[in-house]
Nanobody, 128 residues
Framework: EVQLQASGGGLVEAGGSLRLSCLAS????????VGWFRQAPGKARESVAS????????YYTDSVNGRFTISTDNGKRTAYLQMSNLKPEDTAVYYC?????????????????????WGQGTLVTVSS
């Protein structure tokens, strides 16, 4: 399985914004599932946002709904996570996943993904 590298993390003050990117050049984005996940220190990996490009319905975990937006640029074969009004509790390593032909009817869960598929994440640190 392809391990994808998320990028765009950094240090930001509470209330600030960041945009994460996930280049998935092997995939045609016409019919893929895209997921963003995060893992805070000492905590389990959790879902953040998911989108099936064929279905077009995004899913967000409650804590980020209204602040984060998942999107894709099919031409650039890149997925994005726009994060606004960041809070210290958003501090985590963020990961992305892309799969061909997966059409999600709910948010994509970390347990849906094999352990070997996780690439390097990008660290987001939100200072108070």
């Amino acid at each position: 399985e392809v391990q994808l590298q998320a990028s765009g993390g950094g240090l930001v003050e509470a209330g600030g914004s960041l945009r994460l990117s996930c280049l998935a050049s092997r995939f045609s984005f016409d019919d893929v599932a895209v997921g963003w996940f995060r893992q805070a220190p000492g905590k389990a990996r959790e879902s953040v946002a998911s989108l099936s490009t064929f279905v077009g319905v995004p899913y967000y975990t409650d804590s980020v709904n209204g602040r984060f937006t998942i999107s894709t640029d099919n031409g650039k074969r890149t997925a994005y996570l726009q994060m606004s009004n960041l809070k210290p509790e958003d501090t985590a390593v963020y990961y992305c996943q892309v799969r061909d032909g997966v059409r999600l009817g709910r948010i994509w869960l970390p347990d849906d993904i094999s352990r070997s598929s996780w690439g390097q994440g990008t660290l987001v640190t939100v200072s108070s």
